[in-house]
């Protein structure tokens, strides 16, 4: 008789997960499940203790609902991806695994380590592969030259097009095991996890109840106008579901199958939210150099970065005398979490009036964001600076004082996040520049002469590339 193994990574959820309903298709048949702890890689992909507490959060979840099902989860102590290899080979030969099912996931080190994995099970065991964390695979979306894209815009009619001729169906969650199935296995690992302190004040319950909860609460509750709340950091107009598909409590092909019950401009808003995800999934599969710490155009070999550490201090203290930038550090600090208008803003005066390397904020966001998700946020990054694919013209700087004034005009985002400033206006917020704030840090540059300088330090950078 056959015996299965799920290897659980970003996919910590028993509904629409098609490697865990593909191991569970024969009842007869046993499986086991498990989940590869990895700190060296965590501390390798500068993933930091807010994501990790919440992936021990979830595991602990997982361990639950599979007992239900009556199918064991061991976690497992791997140290690296390498090790992950020698501590799957070691299961699957101890407790004679017949085959191996896992999703498929998109960054080059992921794709390195499932590779090996796979020359190792030749002759040993049969492996399965599935697609999971996008509504489409990458390898499906390609222009009519049979080329990758490039430029969202396109994708985008592209995986449209797509999904009205193939649809999207997410899979249940499997039917239980008979009892005899079920084989209590040794979890030490995971109190190795668990230990992990979130450095964040507010920990968002993560779970895969509440994530189906929330969905459903936000698309009775929050699509509708969302096309008009989202940019607005003072009002809950996003979703709150980042965090669960960064980790895969929540299938994204849930999240769109919900969403499409409904109609409106929010509704298209948001899944077109859905298909950047996958975009930037595409782009690290079609072109993983830019996962492995390097800019998609090669315009940025030739950019002379600011190094000055005092000043990248300041931003990531949320100190940088611009109160739009500091307040959504401070969110982030405080939260774990920061709101996507403002992850543009902060990240344009990152790269673009501090003139600081793109890869230090996206460093700086894996350690504290509970949603860090590697594709997106370094595409995000990109985009910020100007060197990705369909980034922002080099032109293009985001004024922290028009981005104030069009989204938190009042202020009641920027008091919240800094209490120092609770004395003033909104009106008397954004003329910080010339009327200096009591108890708060004059802007660390000019923000005109900076925008300026960085266009002309681009131009310049441009010229001495190809690009």
């Avoid at 005009?409 to 003329?431: H, I, T």
């Amino acid at each position: 008789m056959k015996k299965h193994l799920v290897w659980f990574r970003n996919d910590l959820r028993v509904d629409d997960n098609p490697a865990l309903l593909g191991a569970c298709r024969k009842t007869n048949e046993q499986v086991f499940a498990v989940y590869c702890y990895c700190p060296e890689q965590f501390k390798l992909h500068d993933v930091g203790a807010n994501q990790q507490a919440i992936i021990g959060q979830a595991l602990n979840q997982l361990i639950t609902k599979l007992k239900q099902l009556n199918i064991p989860l061991i976690v497992v102590a791997a140290g690296d991806f390498n090790g992950s290899i020698q501590a799957l080979l070691d299961l699957i030969k101890v407790h004679k695994i017949s085959d191996v099912h896992y999703n498929i996931e998109y960054a080059y080190n992921e794709r390195e380590r499932d590779r090996k994995l796979c020359e190792q099970l030749k002759g040993v065991a049969d492996y399965h592969r599935y697609v999971a964390d996008s509504l489409t695979a990458p390898w499906d979306i390609l222009n009519q030259q049979g080329q990758a894209f490039k430029v969202f815009t396109p994708y985008s009619k592209v995986v449209k097009r797509h999904i009205e001729r193939h649809g999207i169906e997410p899979v249940s969650a499997p039917t239980a095991r008979a009892k005899e199935n079920y084989q209590p296995l040794s979890t030490d690992a995971l109190a190795d996890l668990l230990a992990v302190k979130p450095t964040a004040n507010h920990t968002p319950d993560v779970s895969e109840q509440h994530a189906a909860e929330l969905l459903e609460q936000f698309i009775d509750d929050g699509v509708a106008d969302y096309h008009q709340q989202r940019d607005l950091p003072a009002r809950k107009g996003t979703s709150q579901l980042s965090p669960m598909l960064a980790i895969g409590t929540l299938s994204v092909r849930r999240a769109f199958a919900a969403a499409n019950r409904y109609q409106g401009e929010g509704r298209t808003t948001w899944i077109s939210e859905l298909i950047w995800r996958d975009f930037y999934r595409a782009v690290m599969w079609h072109f993983p150099h830019v996962g492995r710490n390097q800019a998609f155009l090669s315009v940025d070999k030739h950019i002379k970065w600011n190094r000055d550490a005092a000043d990248l201090d300041r931003w990531q203290t949320g100190k940088t005398g611009v109160p739009i930038v500091d307040a959504a550090i401070r969110q982030l600090l405080d939260c774990g979490w920061m709101h996507n208008r403002l992850r543009m803003v902060v990240a344009s005066f990152l790269c673009k009036n501090l003139w600081i390397d793109w890869r230090q904020g996206e460093r700086f966001f894996a350690q504290h964001l509970f949603d860090f998700d590697f594709a997106s946020n370094n595409g995000g990054w990109q985009w910020s600076a100007s060197v990705g694919t369909d980034a922002a013209p080099y032109f293009r700087v985001f004024n922290p004082v028009s981005q104030a004034q069009r989204f938190d005009p009042d202020g009641d985002f920027v008091r919240k996040y800094l209490p120092e400033l609770a004395a003033y206006s909104g009106k008397q917020l954004l003329q910080f520049e010339d009327k200096p704030l009591t108890g708060y840090p004059r802007p660390m540059v000019d923000i005109k002469k900076s925008r300026k300088q960085a266009i002309a330090e681009f131009k310049l950078a441009k010229e001495s590339s190809s690009e």
